[in-house]
């Protein structure tokens, strides 16, 4: 099974990384071409410990600039975008609204992919997105990622079984979805 990550910024590449050598294939998709290329070919700048470390190790990954790509090849996407604080204390999550529309743009089927969204949302925004995709045939699932002055990924590397089991617990929530993807 692929796993895909929109967003491959100091959460969504620990996370990546940290899946990869659970033993998933994972594509990501990121809007900085000169970033992909790094990942392609093995090489980041990062503070996180071991970040490095597991990219060069990683035989189950790859990097790309288009949404779609990581949406067409995933059935459980993760998305860890940007959505800064405004002035008036709601989140930005014009981000997340574009990989919204990207799985609606989509030229071929998304019916039954699932969309973790893991970047903080205003409260009712996750049954928006819901709403907009539902037509389509996508599940939406909130699993916000919280880390604040610690390295993401020690906290991803405790915490990587819990998303798994997560994953599982989604499934078991939308049994159809389950069936598709573990076949």
């Known amino acids: 099974m692929k796993i895909g990550l929109i967003g491959a910024g100091r959460l969504g590449i620990c ?7 659970a033993g998933y294939e994972v594509v990501v998709s990121d809007c900085r071409h ?14 996180e410990p071991e970040v490095a470390e597991l990219l060069d190790n990683a035989k189950n990954f790859t990097a ?12 459980f996407i993760f998305t860890l975008v940007a959505t800064p604080s405004l002035p008036s204390g709601d989140y930005d ?17 998304v019916r039954g992919k699932t969309l973790i969204v893991g970047c903080t949302t ?16 996508v599940n939406v699932f909130y699993n916000p990622e919280f880390i ?10 405790e915490l990587i079984w ?13 049994w159809r979805r389950c069936i598709i993807a573990f076949r």
């Not at 790309?64 to 059935?75: G, R, S």
């Not at 604040?148 to 590397?157: G, L, N, R, T, Y």
């Not at 819990?162 to 939308?174: A, D, E, P, R, W």
Request: glycine fraction near 4%.
């Open 15 to 21: 996370l990546a990384l940290l899946l990869e050598k």
């Open 34 to 47: 000169d970033y992909v290329i790094g990942l392609n070919s093995r090489v980041i700048t990062t503070s």
């Open 64 to 75: 790309v600039t288009d949404n779609l790509e990581v949406i067409k090849n995933c059935d």
């Open 93 to 109: 999550v014009s981000s997340v609204w574009q990989v919204v529309e990207d799985f609606k743009s989509a030229e071929f089927s």
């Open 122 to 137: 205003n409260p009712g925004d996750c049954d928006a997105f819901q709403d907009a995709l539902e037509e389509a045939g």
């Open 148 to 157: 604040a002055h610690v390295q993401s990924s020690e906290i991803f590397k």
């Open 162 to 174: 819990f998303l798994l089991v997560g994953m599982i617990m989604m499934c078991m929530i939308s």
